[in-house]
């Protein structure tokens, strides 16, 4: 308990978040004057570097944004160039893409819900603290990320930075015959992701909602992965291509770093919850099922039973890759030849990655060179939600003491699964605050 | 090594895939967990036991001055320094700046680049600091990270080949790329350690494990050429995830 009126709250490497970052909250007189989620991971210069590059390098080169979900870099990447020379590839390689990003959803997932954010409910300071006490359901946990990664390493040659995309289609598509074992991995993993639901159902999740606007891709029939349209719960909608005309990112008065908003609206939400909102009645059966025997209704505003959605998203890439595989026919032709656009071109791409809506760009030269790139990650995005989350949640627990408060505010950031790795991209002045900071 | 060495996981300029890395070993996890203590891994566990740690596995490339300052900190605390990933062992995909002006890339991604603090270069890790041992990759291998940390608590040296890429795919009896499909492949001057997986989907080998000790890339440059890349596609190849590794950056200026 405790009744100090100023008080900073401060955690200079967030732990069990993807990348590094740090949080900041400060309280004066009895209110949360500040909250900062401050991202000090170096900048990459990814648009920079990409200028001058080949059209068909895009998707390599980004995958290498980050290591958690380099298939939703290769896809977007892939999109967008194919954007730009004007060709839609065909639906037995967009199903092989789809596929491959079943894998990354199940292993980016389980990832999430057992290693990093259910020891947070079961109050571990790590999942091989919690295999100590819960050695089976960790063995559970191991066991769904091995079947997603098994989708990508057979697919895609390896878990990460897989060698397997281009520009246009595969290097070498699998046969049937290929992915027989893996459909037998995918049955088990199955009863897996139906008894992570249930298992992350049960937690006790503290009270709190949020009123962010929900921004999702829709493709009506399918609950999508790497296509449709940005659709937001209070019924915007706007082109792939409009992208950038509805999403801006500037710079706030109290914060260091770049923060995306909607035009004419503010702050937004994008990820496992938005989709789930927008799009839940396209679930396979199963998952809608599980999702309505966990407790979820029309959308689930609370952060913290966003481990419940990621268990019903990953139960859902379960089922949708038992039935590709299932329905699996090899492409006609591996790859549909992309030539450059033989004139200036602008090609958009957004897919769904793990995380929420990623965004790519590139303006190509006629021969196919990059002149320019624009990539707008989900992180980034969700930071000035994070933010508020943090700011409504630590004014309505200020009577717990410092230790207490700092590791409630970490769970809070948790919750959204923030990929600090993919966002430094956008990174602006916070390596000169955290330094000024560190000194002080 | 005793039994209860301590491990640490720390991280730079990258993209985290390398300690992902270590969390993909599904199968080896709990027992890699049983046989050390975790020192440092903030991605993975909010505990930290203070140093000095038995063996150190750095991701990343050094980009910012308090990068150097924090790398040294964790040299004087870490037995055993493993540079893991093509950033920690050649400046990785980052190191694209090294050739640019970085002041015009700093202008091009930051609306108000005068406040970063960025080092002209992006460097591996042995350019600041002594290092025990590197591995190789982008990303580097699951098995061969198993394998050293297994060495490393045994107290032995691990083996880590320095041969090219070639000899794997002849163990793994896969045509040749360059010679059966007439496909460019870095093969004959990468490093092995990946298993060859590229040519076994058909693709030539896009050089991510950075140069073999011995490679003669000089003498691939005309054969790639012959198979139709243009100069600026071989300059674009060995430019890519290890463009500050010595062996490249002199072959193809």
Redesign the interface.
């Known amino acids: 308990m405790t009744h100090r009126l100023d008080r900073t709250l401060r955690v200079a ?8 970052g740090a949080m900041r909250v400060q309280v004066s007189d009895g209110r949360v004057t500040d909250v900062q989620l401050a991202i000090y ?9 990409l ?1 001058g ?2 059209y068909l ?1 895009a998707p ?2 980004t995958a ?5 979900c ?1 298939v939703a870099y290769q896809v977007a990447a892939c999109r967008a160039v194919e954007d730009a020379c004007g060709v839609t590839v065909p639906e037995d390689i967009g199903v092989l893409r789809r596929l491959l990003c079943c894998g990354e959803w199940i292993s980016s997932h389980a ?1 999430h819900i057992y ?2 954010h259910a ?1 947070d409910f079961l109050g571990y ?5 919690m ?1 100590y006490h819960h ?1 089976s359901v ?2 559970r946990g ?2 769904l ?2 079947a997603g ?1 098994a989708i990508l390493d057979l697919l895609g ?5 897989p ?2 995309v ?1 520009v246009g289609g595969f ?2 598509p699998p046969t049937r015959a290929d992915l027989t074992p893996l459909a037998e991995t995918l049955r088990r993993a199955r009863d897996d992701a139906l008894s992570t639901v249930r298992w992350v159902a049960g937690f006790d999740f503290p009270e709190f909602a949020h009123d962010h606007e929900l921004l999702a891709l829709v493709e009506p029939g399918r609950y999508t992965m790497d296509g449709g349209t940005p659709h937001t719960d209070r019924g915007l909608t706007f082109p792939v291509r409009a992208f950038e005309r509805h999403i801006i990112e500037d ?1 706030v008065p109290h914060s ?1 770093a ?1 923060h995306a908003h909607l035009a004419g609206r503010g702050r937004y939400l994008t990820g496992p919850t938005a989709r789930y909102a927008l799009g839940h009645r396209w679930l396979s059966p199963l998952a809608r099922e599980a999702a309505v025997a966990a407790g979820l209704r029309y959308d689930c505003r609370n952060p913290f039973r966003s481990i419940v959605v990621r268990a019903v998203e990953t139960l859902h890439a379960v089922d949708e890759a038992l039935g590709l595989i299932a329905g699996y026919r090899p492409p006609r032709t ?1 790859a549909v030849p992309v030539p450059p656009p033989g004139r200036a071109a602008v090609g958009y791409g957004a897919i769904e990655a793990p995380r929420g809506v990623l965004f790519h760009r590139y303006a190509l030269s006629p021969d196919g060179t990059i002149t320019a790139a624009r990539i707008v990650p989900p992180t980034a995005q969700n930071q000035p939600s994070i933010e508020d989350d943090l700011r409504r949640f630590v004014a309505a627990r200020l009577d717990l003491d410092d230790v207490q408060l700092t590791r409630e505010c ?1 769970r809070a950031i948790r919750n959204y699964d923030p ?1 600090i ?1 993919c966002a430094t ?5 916070t ?2 605050r955290v ?1 000024r900071r ?1 000194r002080a | 090594m005793a039994a209860t060495a301590t491990l640490a996981v720390w ?8 300690q ?2 270590l ?2 070993c ?2 080896e ?2 027992s890699i ?1 049983g046989a050390v203590r ?1 020192g440092y ?7 930290v036991v203070p140093g000095p740690y038995d063996v150190s596995l750095v991701e990343g490339s050094i ?2 001055p ?2 150097v300052q924090r790398l040294w900190r964790m040299r004087e605390q870490s037995r055993l320094l493993v540079a893991v990933g093509a950033c920690a062992t050649a400046g ?3 190191a ?2 090294n050739l ?1 002006d970085i002041a ?3 202008a ?5 680049p005068e ?4 080092l002209d270069k ?1 460097e591996p890790v042995s350019a600041h600091v002594p290092v025990d041992l590197e591995l190789r990759g ?2 580097i291998d699951r098995r061969q990270l198993v394998d050293t940390l297994s060495a490393l608590l045994a107290g032995r040296r691990p083996d880590l080949p320095t041969h090219s890429v070639c000899f794997e795919c002849k163990a793994r009896g896969t045509p040749c790329p360059l010679v059966t499909d007439g496909v460019p492949c870095l093969g004959p001057v990468t490093q092995a350690g ?1 298993g060859a ?2 040519p ?4 030539g080998c ?1 050089g ?1 494990f950075g140069p073999a000790a011995a490679a003669n890339v000089a003498a691939l440059v005309p054969r790639l050429a012959e198979l139709g890349m243009s100069e ?2 071989i300059q ?1 190849v060995f430019r ?2 290890n463009t500050a590794a010595p062996a490249l950056a002199e072959a193809i200026r």
Not at chain 1, 13 to 20: A, D, H, I, K, P
Not at chain 1, 41 to 49: K, S, V
Not at chain 2, 115 to 118: C, F, G, I, V
């Open positions: 490497g967030l732990t069990r978040v993807e990348g590094e991971e170096p900048p990459r210069f990814f648009e920079a570097l200028r590059r080949g390098e390599d080169i290498r944004v980050c290591g958690i380099p990832l290693l990093l020891p300071d790590g999942v091989v603290e295999a050695r960790v063995e191991l066991a990320k091995k990664n040659g390896r878990p990460i930075h060698v397997n281009r290097y070498r710079q260091t770049l591996p970490e990929c790795s991209h956008f990174l602006d002045l390596v000169e330094g560190r | 991280k730079f300029a990258s993209c985290d895939g390398c992902l890395s969390l993909d599904e199968d996890l709990l967990a975790i891994f903030l991605e993975a566990s909010s505990t980009t910012t308090s990068d990785g995909i980052q694209l700046r640019a015009e890339f700093r091009l991604v930051y609306a108000k406040y970063l603090s960025t992006s982008c990303p990946c997986i590229c076994v989907y058909g693709r896009y991510c600026v596609d674009r890519t995830f």
